[in-house]
């Protein structure tokens, strides 16, 4: 099948490099531990230049079969790449953000190899206290493009730093980050609360509960910074032990954050029930919050897949870059 | 002046000692980097015997001298050396907790001098969620026997385990605690938001200011795994320059701690106006929660000092303690 569109996930600590074929079909993908923070750094030769740039290799390592046996095959990425710290920069656009609006704002970066490298810019939102995000736009247009008729509907995107979308005619209108798995990280590794910590084999859905549940207990107002103490006093207690513990310390954690989120949003939507969510991200994290966005009154929650290289394939053809790859091919 | 007592503030990190005379004054303070997760292991001679074990080379350096000069002086010691990776567990009393209870459970571990070291118990509240302090319990008896009129009061704690307890009629009869000051130093040293942070030369008072408005506004509904995030964004929108980054994240946490008891406290009391809170501690600690405090609603907040060696000094008299020295000598 022919191949129409490299499309690049690239983020702080991964890359994931896509060949799109007609339709924005997968026909192939490569995961590689190459984000912007850990970039290979052997130079090498690549089309007869020496070189020593880590996004050049990066690039290189994860598409050059590629894009030898697709001459003139369009390339895009999306996520940290554009960052400041990344190979070009690409400003963030302001919600509310489309697609039309994100397509004509790509922002383009020539490698060694005279390939354009076509860099999906980040979105900010101007509230009180700033907001952005860069990838995960992305991933939103995947979904509202697959899902026309959404609206309504808030899609959740679990991880490192969590973003929750409002989204509204085809638009990002706002959005919230919570940084509950990057804490959570920080908490099991560089605090008293992990030293008692053993991993367990297989995830511990009660404990996870537990800890979901005591977010919404009274208990739950004091919120985190207090309730994070009760896996040291359980465990003190003999009520938790050593490898019930990090799912708990979970369940709390995105507990606490979904408690928050719901408590937010009853108030800006006046009497309105919540909103459906949809859920983009790793089906195991994911599955975890399924669970606790139940226990904390959301109805209505489905996950969406391949939300990335369909939110690529969308933002390439919007922006003319398919086109361009069919008349060479 | 005689010496009565040998008083040990015994914790994770720090040894402090003080050498008490009649009526408790402080004759003289040593403070060592020998907590119970950082004991001296260099083996060497103790009154004949050779020894290996941390806690008795710890405890003598920090007294071997005043032991010498003082012959039959009665020791007393609390905080982590009574935990169960202590020198000897003094296993928690339950709450409520006073002077009295506690005195009688004491626990001694007999050095290799033959000097008996009496350990202060800890302090357990067996609630849904149950709570611990160790070392805290001794310096709110400190607090109460130097104020005996004290009632309906909140005692403050700030620390790397902020404690808030409420007493009663002489007793410790609630508290709660806060891991604010650990997840302070997890959220500099090992996320995102330490990577642009630059240390200021002194403290930042506006910036500090800012972070707890932060809490106490609208925005702070979502709670701090999502308004920490506001320490990346205002930088990254120039609103927030490196050095001040540190003292707005501290006011952040620190008012999310205080609007947090500040909410449970009012739904805790009734009608009842806030409590009078009296805080002990670090003083550069105490005036940054002083600062909060006034901002979150709090009106009456005052200053402590000398809590731990009045409170090992009650409790040691109390104990029939000093009697004994007071016969030997």
Known sequence: MQAQLIALDWGTTSLRAYLLGPAGQVLKMRSLAC??????????????????DGFELAF?????DWLQDNPGIAVIACGMVGSAQGWHEAAYR??????????????????????????????????????????????????????????????????????WVQVQDGCLVHFDTFMTGELYAAVCEHTILGRTQQQAEQFDAAAFDRGVQVALSPDGERGPLSTLFSARTL???GQLSPVQQ??????LLIGHELVALGNVLRRRRGGQPLPAIILIGNSQLCERYRRALGACGFADVSLAEQATEQGLWHLAQAAGLLQHTHLEA
């Not at 984000?35 to 020593?52: F, V």
């Not at 697609?99 to 009180?128: D, F, K, Y």
Request: aromatic letters at 2%.
């Open 246 to 251: 990090p799912d708990y310390v979970s369940g």
């Open 235 to 237: 465990s003190l207690t």
């Open 35 to 52: 984000g912007i923070m850990q970039l290979p750094n052997t130079p090498r030769l690549i089309a007869d230049h020496w070189c020593a």
């Open 60 to 64: 290189d390592e994860a598409c050059a």
């Open 94 to 163: 302001e919600t509310p953000a489309s697609l039309g609006a994100l397509s004509t704002a790509l922002q383009t970066v020539r490698s060694v190899r005279g390939v354009e490298v076509h860099i999906v810019p980040g979105v900010i939102q101007h509230s009180t206290l700033p907001n952005v995000m860069r990838g995960e736009e992305t991933q939103v247009l995947g979904v509202l493009q697959t899902h026309p008729h959404l609206n309504d509907c808030l899609i959740g995107l679990p991880g490192s730093h969590s973003k």
